[in-house]
């Protein structure tokens, strides 16, 4: 997404939720480390641009992280945790498996911070900082995080299993998860809108560039299975980017992919595909400014998603271990 000077500020946080239920009630406030932790920020930026500084790839990885984590459990820092005699978490469930990346970076931004204000600023706050660090030094928008939240003291594979969306959904099926979550149609497709960035696994669009289906690209599939084999297990962890014209770039190239049916996973192209968000998709296409508002929205939107706050949940002293 070619981005964008002038972003419109999000929409307020609580109002028009397709699932109220889904989101707290309780405030955060991008004010909150100000007396307690006023480097913070500064201090998780440096360490996030660095890491992405050494590989790009990187950007995606951790915006990525920071879905993945709000979708089980809301935004606590639970994909986090590494398993524990008491429960096996999130990292080995199905979407996450040899797929989520990024552990160490936040790791590094935690143990920076901790350097100057132990025992203050959460594991979760510092994906959420992450996350809009990413994106803004890799030409993407930025925001105002809100912060505040609490690190969990569990962690659930199940519930990763069964509540981040899958690589093979239709569309129903992603407008059902996300709504789940409280976002709604426009929100889940302005966030699909990540996949300018990243790569993906051959084992994950095989399927896809096999089908000689209507709703790929001849000339797309074809490159694509130069690098992924027919077979099950021959090259599955072979790498090819989400976005084929601007990989490393934050812009809005994957919508335009989408129109002329070259989007890499079978949940990006169903955005497309003669559906409800046909309508959505040739917008952001055709307007990166309001692709790029919408973003910000739906990812302080998806941020809010059941955190831990007052009393709730811990402060980890390590992100990947209970205190």
Known sequence: ??????????????????????????????????????????????????????????????????????????????????????????????????????????????????????????????LAVAARD????????????????????????????????????DLPTLISTFERKGLNARDMVALSGAHTLGQAQCSTFRERIYSNGTNIDAGFASTRRRRCPAA???????????????????DNNYYRNLIQRRGLLQSDQVLFSGGSTNSIVSEYSDNPSRFSSDFVAAMVKMGNIRPLTGQDGVIRRICSALN
């Open 1 to 126: 997404m070619p981005i964008l000077s002038s972003l419109k500020p999000p929409k307020p946080l609580l109002k028009s939720l397709a699932n109220p239920k889904a989101l707290s009630n309780a405030q955060l406030s991008s004010s909150f480390y100000d007396g307690t932790c006023p480097n913070a920020l500064a201090t998780i930026r440096t360490s996030i641009r660095q890491s992405i500084s050494r590989e790009r790839r990187m950007a995606a990885s951790l915006i990525r992280l920071h879905f993945h984590d709000c979708f089980v459990q809301g935004c606590d820092a639970s994909i986090l945790l590494e398993d524990t005699s008491s429960f096996i978490g999130e990292q080995n469930a199905n979407p996450n498996r040899d797929s989520a990346r990024g552990y160490g970076v936040i790791e590094a931004a935690k143990s920076e911070v901790e350097r100057i204000c132990p025992g203050v600023v959460s594991c979760a706050d510092i």
């Open 134 to 169: 990413a994106s803004a030094y890799v030409g993407g928008p930025s925001w105002t995080v809100q912060l505040g939240r609490r690190d969990s003291t569990t962690a659930s594979q199940s519930e990763a299993d069964s509540d981040l969306p899958s690589f093979r959904d």
């Open 232 to 250: 099950n297990n021959d090259g599955d962890s072979n790498l090819a980017p989400l976005d084929l014209v601007t990989p490393n770039s934050f």
